[in-house]
């Protein structure tokens, strides 16, 4: 799978939205589940967002629940994340991943990961 980034997040002050995307090459990502990662330095990777195809829902981690929202666009073959009410502990740099395994259940891709990664692009959130 390739993977870039389109959109790179830069700086943003808290409370603001910010919106990131990925295209994907090679591959048609209409039946895959989806992901979106983050990483802050020192801290380990979190699974942020996950849409189960199997299952048809989108998981969310706790910290970001009602705030950011996946989404495809299978037109353009992209992975998407509305990051919205930004907070400073956003702060990471945040992958879009896919996986041709739509066995398992949201959780599963969560906590475990997914076989394919894109480039991570930075998000600062500071005032």
């Known amino acids: 799978l390739r993977c870039s980034c389109r959109l790179w997040g830069g700086l943003v002050q808290p409370g603001n939205s910010l919106r990131l995307s990925c295209a994907a090459s090679?591959?048609?990502?209409?039946?895959?589940?989806i992901g979106w990662f983050r990483q802050a330095p020192g801290k380990e990777r979190e699974g942020v967002a996950v849409f189960s195809t199997r299952e048809g829902r989108a998981y969310y981690a706790d910290s970001v629940k009602g705030r950011f929202t996946i989404s495809r666009d299978t037109a353009k073959n992209t992975i998407n994340l509305q990051l919205t009410s930004l907070k400073p502990e956003d702060t990471a740099v945040y992958y879009c991943?896919?996986?041709?395994?739509?066995?398992?259940?949201?959780?599963?891709?969560?906590?475990?990961?997914?076989?394919?990664w894109g480039k991570g692009t930075q998000v600062t959130v500071s005032s």
């Open positions: 090679g591959v048609t990502l209409d039946w895959w589940p």
């Open positions: 991943a896919a996986d041709p395994r739509p066995y398992y259940s949201g959780d599963y891709y969560l906590s475990e990961g997914m076989e394919y």
